[in-house]
Every structure is written in structure tokens, then in C-alpha cells.
């Protein structure tokens, strides 16, 4: 079983672990559960008025908090294959959908 704590977002770091979803006042999912954030995230977060995060106190059966980055950077290469799924092999949209997840990947660090 994790644990969880509650964190102010003004006080969450980098490379820190969701516990649970963050959703807005309206019940919308913002970030997902195992999410490991960004700086970007939390900015973003604190400019919606999220006040209170629940995030991973501790890992347990070797999980580390490499293994949740490693599994974010699958998930977002994942997430980009879908949505490149038509787009054909050309070089052009080789070149774009590796600009694009450079960039992705690159708030993930």
C-alpha cells in the first residue's frame, strides 16, 4: 500500500508523485493520478486555484521515483503515437512528431 500526503502546492517540487487525480471545481481531471510533475505543472496548477495536492509519501516493492518517470515517458510516447496514428510516415511529420515529444519529454526532467 503507498502512502499519501497532503502538499500545498506552493511547497510541491519537481519529480513529485500524484497519489490521486487532481480535478478542478467542477469535477474535471486535470492530471492524473501518477503523475510525476513538472515545474510547468504545478505553475499551471496554482494559476487554477489548486491549493492542496495528494502525493506519494513513499514507494514501496522497488519502486522508485525513476520507475514512475520512466513510466510518465512511456505514457506520454504512448499518448503521441495515438494521436499521430494518421498521419502517415512521412519526414516532414517524423520531424514534427519528434519536435513534439522532445518537447514533452523535456518538462518531464
Do not use: I, W
Not at 30 to 42: P, S
Request: charge should be positive.
Amino acid at each position: 500500500m503507498t502512502r499519501f500526503r497532503a502538499v500545498p502546492v506552493d511547497e510541491a517540487r519537481a519529480g513529485t508523485v500524484l497519489h490521486d487525480d487532481v480535478r478542478d471545481a467542477a469535477g474535471n481531471v486535470l492530471l492524473a493520478r501518477a503523475t510525476v510533475l513538472d515545474g510547468a505543472m504545478l505553475r499551471a496548477l496554482a494559476r487554477r486555484g489548486v491549493a492542496t495536492l495528494l502525493v506519494v509519501a513513499d514507494v514501496h516493492h522497488g519502486d522508485t521515483a525513476q520507475d514512475h518517470l520512466a513510466a510518465e515517458r512511456a505514457r506520454v510516447r504512448a499518448r503521441l503515437a495515438y494521436l499521430c496514428r494518421h498521419a502517415g510516415d512521412g519526414p516532414a511529420n517524423g520531424k514534427l512528431r519528434l519536435v513534439v515529444e522532445q518537447y514533452r519529454l523535456a518538462g518531464l526532467s
